[in-house]
């Protein structure tokens, strides 16, 4: 089974960007999807956006329209999520998640990376 590691959460200002970086274990095919999911304390957690990874057709939540972009590797087997004029409501730990069945994808998830943003 695929597994996912999370990489490039922190603390940063309002404003501010941040990167975050998912790896996947093993080489995906076409019909995989690879895609972010954010968890605020009390709050249920919450897509974020996702990408097919054969065609690269992208999926965002309406907070990340604008802001956030995915993208991804398919030699490094890697989704990037890009993340520009942070506000604390953005404030969240994220989770890269993968998958074939779902859209966005939620059968696999990382551990999560802690996004943090001041104001």
């Known amino acids: 089974q695929v597994q996912l590691v999370e990489q490039g959460g922190g603390l940063v200002q309002a404003g501010g960007s941040l990167r975050l970086s998912c790896t996947a274990s093993?080489?995906?095919?076409?019909?995989?999807?690879m895609g972010w999911f954010r968890q605020a304390p009390g709050k249920e957690r919450e897509a974020v956006a996702g990408i097919r990874w054969g065609t690269g057709y992208t999926y965002y939540a309406d907070f990340a329209k604008g802001r956030f972009t995915i993208s991804r590797d398919r030699s490094e087997n890697t989704a990037d999520l890009q993340m520009s004029n942070l506000s604390p409501d953005d404030t969240a730990v994220y989770y890269c998640?993968?998958?074939?069945?779902?859209?966005?994808?939620?059968?696999?998830w990382g551990q999560g990376t802690q996004v943090t943003v001041s104001s």
């Open positions: 998640t993968g998958g074939s069945r779902t859209w966005p994808p939620r059968e696999t």
């Open positions: 093993e080489r995906l095919y076409s019909s995989y999807a």
